[in-house]
């Protein structure tokens, strides 16, 4: 496990778990590095892949980037393995299949610094498919539709 130490604790913690995501994995990582945030680190946990997803993850050349590798799928859970070792003031979950939309992370953490009461902050959820493409089948359309 590659750890950067930071002179200043970071902003934010972004924890991404990843099992057997190749296809999909540059894509999610590349989504968190390019917010525009000063102070991150991110920790992608990955849960014994057997698919290449942590040789992905390593190609990809930042020092905000800690990964670890689980040898077996599922003896421990990757997001808390995570959470042991995150030092942000905030944090934030990323699924390795899935993708920011720019300006995300800044926009909740402005929300989170103006307003000290709120315990989490969530967003809103467009679903795609493999190419990127709006997905309108009947089960993504009723995913998120509960209000808060």
């Known amino acids: 496990m590659t750890v950067k130490i930071f002179s200043q604790q970071p902003k934010v913690s972004v924890i991404i778990a990843s099992y057997n995501h190749v296809n999909y994995v540059k894509e999610a990582v590349t989504s968190v590095l ?4 000063d102070k991150m680190e991110v920790i992608v946990a990955d849960d014994g892949s057997d ?3 942590p040789d992905e993850i390593e190609k990809i050349q930042d020092s905000r980037i800690k990964l670890i590798r689980l040898e077996e799928n599922r003896k ?5 393995l995570g959470l042991s070792i995150a030092e942000g003031e905030y944090i ?3 699924n390795s299949d899935d993708k920011w939309m720019p300006g995300k992370l800044k926009k909740q953490i402005n ?5 000290p009461k709120a315990a ?4 809103g959820v467009g679903i795609i498919d493999e190419f990127g493409k709006p997905k309108n089948s009947l089960l993504a359309r009723f995913l998120f539709i509960s209000k808060n």
């Open 76 to 80: 421990e859970h990757p997001r808390n």
């Open 120 to 123: 989490a902050c969530f967003t």
């Open 51 to 53: 698919d290449g997803t």
């Open 92 to 94: 934030a979950f990323q």
């Open 34 to 37: 390019e917010q525009d945030i």
């Open 111 to 115: 929300y989170l610094d103006k307003n």
